[in-house]
Protein backbone atom coordinates (compact mmCIF):
# COMPACT_ATOMS: atom_id res chain seq x y z
CA UNK A 1 0.00 0.00 0.00
CA UNK A 2 3.04 2.62 0.82
CA UNK A 3 3.93 2.67 -2.78
CA UNK A 4 0.47 4.02 -3.95
CA UNK A 5 1.26 7.69 -5.69
CA UNK A 6 -0.16 10.53 -3.75
CA UNK A 7 -1.93 12.18 -6.28
CA UNK A 8 -4.43 14.82 -6.59
CA UNK A 9 -7.22 13.27 -8.42
CA UNK A 10 -7.96 10.26 -6.44
CA UNK A 11 -7.64 10.22 -2.06
CA UNK A 12 -7.46 7.29 0.18
CA UNK A 13 -8.92 7.95 3.54
CA UNK A 14 -9.48 6.57 6.54
CA UNK A 15 -12.40 8.60 8.13
CA UNK A 16 -12.29 7.53 11.65
CA UNK A 17 -9.17 7.15 14.22
CA UNK A 18 -8.69 7.59 17.75
CA UNK A 19 -5.27 8.68 19.27
CA UNK A 20 -4.10 9.01 22.97
CA UNK A 21 -6.49 11.56 23.69
CA UNK A 22 -9.47 9.07 23.33
CA UNK A 23 -9.89 6.92 27.17
CA UNK A 24 -9.01 3.95 25.16
CA UNK A 25 -6.21 4.38 23.06
CA UNK A 26 -3.06 4.72 23.62
CA UNK A 27 -1.49 6.14 19.63
CA UNK A 28 0.54 8.71 19.87
CA UNK A 29 -0.74 10.83 16.78
CA UNK A 30 2.35 11.36 15.51
CA UNK A 31 2.92 7.77 15.38
CA UNK A 32 -0.29 7.68 13.98
CA UNK A 33 -0.20 9.95 11.23
CA UNK A 34 2.96 8.25 10.37
CA UNK A 35 1.73 5.10 10.02
CA UNK A 36 -1.07 6.21 8.01
CA UNK A 37 1.43 7.89 5.39
CA UNK A 38 3.50 4.54 5.33
CA UNK A 39 0.23 2.76 4.03
CA UNK A 40 -0.43 5.12 1.35
CA UNK A 41 -3.06 7.06 3.56
CA UNK A 42 -3.51 10.79 1.78
CA UNK A 43 -6.72 11.88 4.69
CA UNK A 44 -7.00 10.80 7.80
CA UNK A 45 -9.96 12.08 10.00
CA UNK A 46 -8.98 11.82 13.93
CA UNK A 47 -11.75 11.37 15.70
CA UNK A 48 -11.32 11.27 19.38
CA UNK A 49 -14.12 10.23 22.16
CA UNK A 50 -15.03 14.00 22.85
CA UNK A 51 -12.24 15.84 22.11
CA UNK A 52 -10.96 17.85 19.45
CA UNK A 53 -7.63 19.36 20.88
CA UNK A 54 -5.48 16.11 19.73
CA UNK A 55 -6.62 16.74 16.53
CA UNK A 56 -6.15 20.35 16.26
CA UNK A 57 -2.23 19.99 17.73
CA UNK A 58 -1.94 16.77 15.20
CA UNK A 59 -3.15 18.77 11.86
CA UNK A 60 -0.33 21.65 12.28
CA UNK A 61 1.95 18.68 12.63
CA UNK A 62 1.01 16.74 9.42
CA UNK A 63 3.83 15.32 7.87
CA UNK A 64 4.12 15.95 4.01
CA UNK A 65 1.38 14.02 1.42
CA UNK A 66 -1.28 13.45 4.64
CA UNK A 67 -4.03 15.77 5.18
CA UNK A 68 -5.30 15.75 8.70
CA UNK A 69 -8.96 16.15 9.40
CA UNK A 70 -10.15 17.67 12.70
CA UNK A 71 -13.52 15.14 13.82
CA UNK A 72 -14.85 14.05 16.98
CA UNK A 73 -16.62 10.60 18.06
CA UNK A 74 -19.40 11.78 19.94
CA UNK A 75 -21.94 9.71 21.84
CA UNK A 76 -25.11 11.38 21.31
CA UNK A 77 -28.42 10.08 22.95
CA UNK A 78 -29.53 8.55 19.88
CA UNK A 79 -26.34 7.08 19.26
CA UNK A 80 -22.26 7.34 17.93
CA UNK A 81 -21.75 10.40 15.76
CA UNK A 82 -18.91 11.19 13.87
CA UNK A 83 -18.19 14.53 13.27
CA UNK A 84 -15.64 15.86 10.03
CA UNK A 85 -14.06 19.30 9.25
CA UNK A 86 -15.13 20.71 12.88
CA UNK A 87 -12.63 23.50 14.77
CA UNK A 88 -14.74 23.12 18.12
CA UNK A 89 -15.40 20.10 20.60
CA UNK A 90 -18.92 19.21 19.86
CA UNK A 91 -21.06 18.03 23.28
CA UNK A 92 -22.47 14.18 24.35
CA UNK A 93 -25.69 13.29 25.19
CA UNK A 94 -27.75 15.62 22.95
CA UNK A 95 -30.57 13.99 21.03
CA UNK A 96 -28.62 13.01 17.76
CA UNK A 97 -30.56 15.43 15.35
CA UNK A 98 -29.38 18.46 17.12
CA UNK A 99 -25.92 16.94 17.34
CA UNK A 100 -25.92 16.70 13.92
CA UNK A 101 -27.70 20.67 13.22
CA UNK A 102 -23.92 21.35 15.66
CA UNK A 103 -22.14 19.82 13.44
CA UNK A 104 -23.33 21.16 10.55
CA UNK A 105 -23.68 24.64 12.25
CA UNK A 106 -19.53 24.53 11.93
CA UNK A 107 -19.59 24.05 8.34
CA UNK A 108 -18.85 19.51 9.24
CA UNK A 109 -19.85 16.70 8.18
CA UNK A 110 -22.03 14.38 10.04
CA UNK A 111 -21.65 10.77 9.85
CA UNK A 112 -23.03 7.23 11.33
CA UNK A 113 -20.34 4.88 12.91
CA UNK A 114 -21.11 0.74 12.97
CA UNK A 115 -24.60 1.35 12.99
CA UNK A 116 -25.65 -2.47 13.58
CA UNK A 117 -22.49 -3.20 16.07
CA UNK A 118 -24.08 -4.47 19.06
CA UNK A 119 -21.32 -3.87 20.83
CA UNK A 120 -21.30 -0.44 20.87
CA UNK A 121 -23.27 2.65 21.06
CA UNK A 122 -24.21 2.07 17.91
CA UNK A 123 -27.46 4.16 16.35
CA UNK A 124 -29.77 0.79 15.69
CA UNK A 125 -28.53 -1.09 19.55
CA UNK A 126 -31.94 0.20 20.76
CA UNK A 127 -34.22 0.12 17.60
CA UNK A 128 -33.85 0.38 13.84
CA UNK A 129 -36.11 3.46 14.17
CA UNK A 130 -33.32 5.93 15.80
CA UNK A 131 -31.59 5.03 12.91
CA UNK A 132 -34.30 5.84 10.43
CA UNK A 133 -34.49 9.29 11.79
CA UNK A 134 -30.96 9.86 11.56
CA UNK A 135 -30.31 8.77 7.99
CA UNK A 136 -31.76 11.42 5.98
CA UNK A 137 -29.75 14.12 8.93
CA UNK A 138 -26.12 12.21 7.78
CA UNK A 139 -23.81 12.93 5.38
CA UNK A 140 -22.73 9.76 5.54
CA UNK A 141 -22.73 5.87 6.80
CA UNK A 142 -19.85 3.51 7.55
CA UNK A 143 -20.82 0.97 5.21
CA UNK A 144 -17.47 -1.04 7.19
CA UNK A 145 -16.37 -0.27 10.06
CA UNK A 146 -13.04 -2.71 10.51
CA UNK A 147 -13.24 -3.22 14.40
CA UNK A 148 -16.86 -4.85 13.84
CA UNK A 149 -15.50 -8.11 14.32
CA UNK A 150 -18.57 -10.55 13.99
CA UNK A 151 -21.92 -10.87 12.64
CA UNK A 152 -23.67 -9.22 9.48
CA UNK A 153 -23.60 -5.82 10.81
CA UNK A 154 -21.56 -4.60 7.83
CA UNK A 155 -23.48 -6.14 5.72
CA UNK A 156 -26.56 -4.37 6.96
CA UNK A 157 -24.50 -1.18 7.55
CA UNK A 158 -24.33 -1.04 3.70
CA UNK A 159 -27.60 -2.28 2.46
CA UNK A 160 -28.84 0.06 4.79
CA UNK A 161 -26.43 3.30 3.01
CA UNK A 162 -28.02 1.78 0.14
CA UNK A 163 -31.29 1.85 0.38
CA UNK A 164 -31.40 5.29 2.02
CA UNK A 165 -29.30 6.97 -0.60
CA UNK A 166 -26.79 7.53 1.56
CA UNK A 167 -22.86 7.43 0.95
CA UNK A 168 -21.42 4.39 2.29
CA UNK A 169 -17.64 4.71 3.61
CA UNK A 170 -15.03 1.98 4.97
CA UNK A 171 -12.96 3.48 8.18
CA UNK A 172 -10.58 1.67 10.19
CA UNK A 173 -11.89 2.94 13.43
CA UNK A 174 -7.92 2.32 14.58
CA UNK A 175 -7.40 2.17 18.39
CA UNK A 176 -3.95 1.25 17.89
CA UNK A 177 -0.94 1.82 15.63
CA UNK A 178 -1.75 -1.36 14.00
CA UNK A 179 -5.43 -0.38 13.13
CA UNK A 180 -4.47 2.84 10.93
CA UNK A 181 -5.38 2.73 7.58
CA UNK A 182 -6.62 -1.15 7.48
CA UNK A 183 -9.75 0.33 6.21
CA UNK A 184 -10.25 3.82 3.92
CA UNK A 185 -12.25 4.88 1.11
CA UNK A 186 -11.04 5.79 -2.21
CA UNK A 187 -13.07 9.16 -3.30
CA UNK A 188 -12.07 11.43 -6.14
CA UNK A 189 -9.86 14.51 -5.09
CA UNK A 190 -8.85 16.90 -4.51
CA UNK A 191 -10.28 17.34 -0.78
CA UNK A 192 -9.06 20.35 0.67
CA UNK A 193 -12.37 21.01 2.88
CA UNK A 194 -15.71 19.90 4.03
CA UNK A 195 -17.24 21.28 0.42
CA UNK A 196 -14.99 18.94 -1.23
CA UNK A 197 -15.28 15.93 0.60
CA UNK A 198 -19.39 16.32 0.70
CA UNK A 199 -18.79 16.59 -3.40
CA UNK A 200 -16.67 13.44 -3.16
CA UNK A 201 -19.06 11.52 -1.09
CA UNK A 202 -21.74 12.29 -3.73
CA UNK A 203 -19.97 10.84 -6.34
CA UNK A 204 -19.92 7.77 -4.68
CA UNK A 205 -22.04 5.18 -6.23
CA UNK A 206 -23.16 3.18 -3.00
CA UNK A 207 -20.05 1.32 -1.55
CA UNK A 208 -18.70 1.22 -5.32
CA UNK A 209 -15.52 2.94 -4.62
CA UNK A 210 -14.90 1.92 -0.52
CA UNK A 211 -11.87 -0.20 -0.41
CA UNK A 212 -11.38 -2.10 3.30
CA UNK A 213 -8.54 -4.53 4.71
CA UNK A 214 -9.06 -6.59 7.16
CA UNK A 215 -7.39 -9.64 8.69
CA UNK A 216 -9.09 -12.06 10.31
CA UNK A 217 -6.68 -12.19 13.07
CA UNK A 218 -7.05 -8.80 13.47
CA UNK A 219 -11.04 -9.10 13.53
CA UNK A 220 -10.74 -11.71 16.23
CA UNK A 221 -9.04 -9.57 18.42
CA UNK A 222 -11.17 -6.63 18.69
CA UNK A 223 -13.84 -7.78 21.66
CA UNK A 224 -10.58 -8.86 23.72
CA UNK A 225 -8.57 -5.55 23.14
CA UNK A 226 -12.26 -3.52 23.76
CA UNK A 227 -12.59 -5.31 27.27
CA UNK A 228 -9.65 -4.25 27.88
CA UNK A 229 -10.53 -0.87 26.90
CA UNK A 230 -13.44 -0.67 28.98
CA UNK A 231 -11.91 -1.41 32.19
CA UNK A 232 -8.91 1.26 31.71
CA UNK A 233 -12.10 4.26 30.33
CA UNK A 234 -13.45 2.56 34.07
CA UNK A 235 -10.49 3.13 36.19
CA UNK A 236 -9.66 6.45 34.34
CA UNK A 237 -13.10 8.00 35.45
CA UNK A 238 -12.27 6.39 39.12
CA UNK A 239 -9.38 8.24 39.04
CA UNK A 240 -10.57 11.65 37.94
Not at 35 to 42: K, L
Amino acid sequence: MGDRPLTSDRCFADLHCHTNRSFDSLSDPVAAMQRAVERGITHLAITDHEHVDGALHARERAPEGLTVIVGEEIRSADGDLIALFIEERVPPGLPGPETIERIHAQGGLAGVPHPFDRFRGSAAKEGAERLERLAPLVDYIEAFNARVPFGDANIRAAEFAHAHGVPGVASSDAHTLLEVGVAYTVLPGPITCAEDLRRALAQLEGSALVTQHSSRLLRGFMPIAKTVQRLRGNRREALT
